[in-house]
C-alpha cells in the first residue's frame, strides 16, 4: 500500500528526493514517517508530518538538511535530502500511523506506525 522510491548513489554533499505513494487506501488523515535502516543497526527516526502538514519533526542528526512534505491530493509524502553525508546511507521507509487520526501530533518511535513501504537504498559516497 505504501511505495518508496528516489533512492540511489549520490555524492556526499549532494541531493536525493524520495516519495512514497499510498495505494489501494488513503493515508490523509494521518501523520506519515520516513524512517531509516543501516546494517547492523536499528530502524531510526529520520523524519515525521501532521496529517494536515502543519507540523513536522526530525532529528538532530538531519535537522536543517531533510524536509518531509506531503501532498494529500495525491496521496504521497515526500522527503528532500539535502548535504548528504555518507553516514545517511541506509535503506529509507517511508510509513503510516492510523493511531492518530486528524490529530496534531507526530509520532517519531517505530511502533506507533502501523503501515510500512518496502524500503528504497540510499547510498551516499564519500
Known amino acids: 500500500q505504501l511505495q518508496a522510491s528516489g533512492g540511489g548513489l549520490v555524492q556526499a554533499g549532494g541531493s536525493l528526493r524520495l516519495s512514497c505513494a499510498a495505494s489501494g487506501r488513503t493515508f490523509s488523515r494521518y501523520p506519515m514517517g520516513w524512517f531509516r535502516q543501516a546494517p547492523g543497526k536499528e530502524r531510526e527516526f529520520v523524519a515525521a508530518?501532521?496529517?494536515?502538514?502543519?507540523?513536522?519533526r526530525y532529528p538532530g542528526s538531519v535537522k536543517g538538511r531533510f524536509t518531509i512534505s506531503r501532498d494529500n491530493a495525491q496521496n504521497k509524502v515526500d522527503l528532500q535530502m539535502n548535504s548528504l553525508k555518507p553516514e545517511d546511507t541506509a535503506i529509507y521507509y517511508c510509513a503510516a500511523s492510523t493511531k492518530y487520526g486528524l490529530v496534531n501530533w507526530v509520532p517519531i518511535v517505530t511502533a506507533d506506525y502501523d503501515h510500512w513501504g518496502q524500503g528504497t537504498q540510499v547510498t551516499v559516497s564519500s
Open positions: 508530518i501532521t496529517w494536515d502538514g502543519n507540523k513536522t
